[in-house]
């Protein structure tokens, strides 16, 4: 029978039991069907996976006996932070998803002068069911940590979310020169900053703030691609330049 993980935030553990409440509980008793004496693997997103028994229910609380605990160390890849423009409807849920899949460490939703997407006071209400996908996809991908979401930031506002990167690149549709390959020809920093604007393009005046704050225009060569499949082709290529030695 397969064991299932599941998220839990901010995870405390006193004498090898842990108490789950909230949508974990939830999630474990009402869609997994899980009781006393089921198996259950919980992750806490910071990269350990607690081996556990289902030792009782009482009324909305679940009592965890932790049997082991695994701590998948950190990945010797590039960590990547993904500046992206929202895009309207399900295709931006599904740029989350995959995107975590794809190993993002940090997604930053970044609003541009073209970025048609609205959102209704800070955008709360998006970043917690982009949270929620990136939890599910995280669990589902076998992945040990989560992403975070940041909330979202006009394009000036990345500077305070981007600070670790030594290696920054913004896609860029009039760029002719300069490929990922280039890039990734020289030694890469641990942080690599991807940012990717909107369908109706990057504003001169924004990519100028861009190359003044140290990031490199960049082509993915005359072919079009849609607003979501952009990041992934990036982020596949990080992947693929980290995946070495």
Known sequence: MEIRRVFVDKLKMKNGMVLVTGPAYKYVTGILRKGPGDRIDIIDGKGYLYRSTIQGIKGRELYLQVLDVVHKPQEKR?????CVSPIKGPRMDWLIEKATELGAEK??????RRTLIKFSGDGADKTERWKRISIEASRQSGR???PEIADPVPLRGIADEIKDAGTRIVLYEKERDTTLKGVFGTK?????CVVIGPEGGIEE????????????PCT?????LRAETTPLVVLSVILYESAGP
């Open 78 to 82: 590039s960590r990547v932070i993904l």
């Open 205 to 216: 005046t924004e990519i100028e703030w861009l190359k003044e704050n140290g990031f490199a």
């Open 188 to 192: 890469t920093q641990e942080v690599i």
């Open 144 to 146: 040990f940590t989560i």
């Open 220 to 224: 993915l060569g005359e072919n079009i």
């Open 107 to 112: 997604i930053v939703p970044v609003i541009f």
